[in-house]
């Protein structure tokens, strides 16, 4: 097996990815520009999507690392909105997009109309909620956008089967569509809860750090092919997993949190780097595979699907926002009042991704009576429908955002929230500290009872330090400042370990035991930086 083509994929989406940080330019949109350059450019292998490789082995962790940046709470909190778009909305636009596929397009078996609407119709959300969080949109929407982005698949998934059982074994019915989407979706629930509670209970009694990252990046794998295999939902089976393990994540010891976090944020940037460049680099397959279609006929038709897709969203967003409310008491008392603006966002907010090519490369080739129909049709408006919606609406979202002027998260009533609750926190910890230090088993040198005490007290400052004023001289206030004075000091200490490493008075064991310590001391400070 040649492993080079993996490397340079993997190589060249980091920098792009990496130098897309630097732009204005959102990163998605510009791997998927990449790929699209680099499709054409001599040397450049050919990068076909595997549909086994992708749907296994990419969205199982692509899943589990956003549902485990989710709250728990929060999706709860917003149930119903989230399941209106990961289960309504999908089959939805399954049926709204296939079947105006079916009209468009001559020729085009109904049934076969149906597999193309389940396969372009469920959003991909990194990008949208990468945009969400640059711009500072409300934590609602970024959280509906966030929860439809977990679900979706599993319903477009169920829903693509159904339809490619009713193209290759003849009529399939309603009832009998219902049923194994019910199946299969209360089956990887199901799953999910089975597997939940013994993964965690290893994650905590787990103390050998390679044990503890290789569980960490077994998980999601184990929970999708367990229910796959059980012929149950993977991704809902991942999800439900990840859900509980992130809201319980308190449990594990901080060691184990940081080392996961640092794991998970890798993998996460490396597989979102490269499957959109992925996405890119499909053209030359894509239209190899069009067939007796001219280039010209397809994307009129390409036109008409896109439309389609992006219409569908809307005609299902603002009922589903307005409606149940303007009905339901309950929902009004309940839930937040939604803005025209909210629900234009979200709206629009509906580019694709890997998974809907993904499911495209896997429509099989031939049917009971012959080839399967159109399949290198549905192909193409699958590419043509992913790259027009993160290209049109991905760059056209962030001006969208700022002209709508919707309400911005405010940084003083955060900071403000914060330092109140590490006020109590703090305060419950110094009682705790003056019981401990009655003990006389727990009996300490003033100095370091003192440092304790010192320790907490600046702990109780630093974000209410946030609030005050700043130093004109350095731009700084006083906790940048003291934070900034706190990785010099560190910095002076490495250096001298190091010294002491070169000058053979201490061997590289007792050096990387020193710097362990103060790798702990500067991340603990860089997270309450970047926090």
């Known amino acids: 097996m040649d492993v080079m083509p993996l490397l340079l994929l993997v190589a060249a989406s980091a920098v792009v990815a990496g130098a897309a ?65 990961s289960f309504g909305y999908v089959l939805f636009a399954t049926v709204f997009v296939g079947y105006a596929a079916y009209l468009v397009v001559p020729g085009l078996p109904l049934a076969a109309a149906m597999v193309l609407g389940a396969v372009v119709a469920p959003p991909d959300a990194v ?32 829903a693509y089967r159904v339809a490619v059982a009713g193209v290759v074994g003849g009529s399939v019915s309603w009832a009998h569509g219902i049923r194994e989407f019910v199946l299969a979706a209360l089956g990887g629930v199901v799953v999910g809860f089975v597997l939940m509670v013994p993964l965690h209970w290893l994650r905590t009694h787990l103390r050998e750090p390679l044990l503890q990252n290789t569980l960490s990046l077994l998980i999601p794998f184990v929970a999708y092919g367990t229910a796959e295999q059980l012929h149950a939902s993977g991704v809902l089976a991942v999800v439900v997993v990840a859900l509980y393990l992130g809201h319980r994540s308190w449990q594990v010891d901080f060691a184990t949190r940081l080392q996961e976090a640092a794991v998970w944020r890798m993998v996460a940037f490396l597989l979102e780097s490269a499957v959109f460049m992925l996405i890119g680099l499909q053209l030359p397959v894509v239209l190899r595979e069009l067939g007796t279609y001219g280039v010209g006929e397809a ?10 897709v992006v219409l569908a969203r809307f005609l299902w967003v603002f009922p589903a926002t307005f409606v149940p409310r303007a009905l339901s008491r309950r929902v009004r008392e309940r839930e937040e009042n ?25 429509v099989p080739v031939a049917a009971t009576h012959g080839p399967f129909p159109a399949r290198n049709l549905i192909l193409f408006l699958t590419f043509t429908t992913v790259i027009g919606t993160l290209v049109v609406q991905g760059l056209t979202l962030p001006p969208l955002i700022r002209r709508l002027r919707l309400p911005q998260r405010d940084p003083g009533r955060d900071t403000l929230v914060e330092a109140q609750a590490q006020s109590e926190a703090s ?31 600046r702990r109780r400052n630093a974000v209410w330090e946030r609030l005050g004023a700043v130093d004109e001289r350095t731009g700084e206030s006083v906790d940048d400042t003291y934070r900034r004075l706190s990785r010099e000091v560190i910095g002076a200490e490495r250096a001298v370990f190091v010294a ?12 990387r035991t020193l710097l362990r310590r103060l790798d702990l001391e500067e991340a603990a400070a860089y997270r309450e930086e970047t926090a």
Request: proline share 8%; no cysteine; net charge neutral.
């Open 21 to 85: 940080r630097r732009t204005p330019v959102p990163a998605p949109l510009l791997l998927v520009a990449a790929g699209l350059a680099a499709a054409y450019v001599p040397g450049v292998p050919d990068y076909a999507l595997d549909p086994h490789i992708v749907l296994p082995l990419l969205l199982p962790p692509l899943l589990h690392t956003a549902a485990l940046d989710s709250s728990y709470l929060d999706l709860r909190a917003n149930l119903r909105p989230v399941a209106l778009l």
């Open 127 to 158: 990008a949208a909620t990468a945009i969400a969080r640059r711009l500072g949109l409300p934590s609602r929407l970024t959280t509906i956008l966030q929860g439809e982005s977990l679900v979706n698949d599993a319903t477009a998934i169920t």
């Open 299 to 308: 994307l009129i038709y390409a036109l008409a699907v896109f439309a389609a």
């Open 338 to 362: 939604p803005t025209w603006q909210g629900a234009v966002i979200i709206s629009w907010a509906g580019m694709r991704g890997v998974v809907s090519l993904a499911i495209a490369f896997s």
């Open 427 to 457: 305060e419950a910890a110094e009682r705790r500290l003056a019981e401990l230090l009655a003990d006389e088993r727990n009996a300490l040198p003033s100095p370091l009872a003192d440092r304790l005490r010192a320790v907490l007290e």
């Open 500 to 511: 002491l490493r070169d000058a053979r008075r201490i061997d590289d064991e007792m050096l």
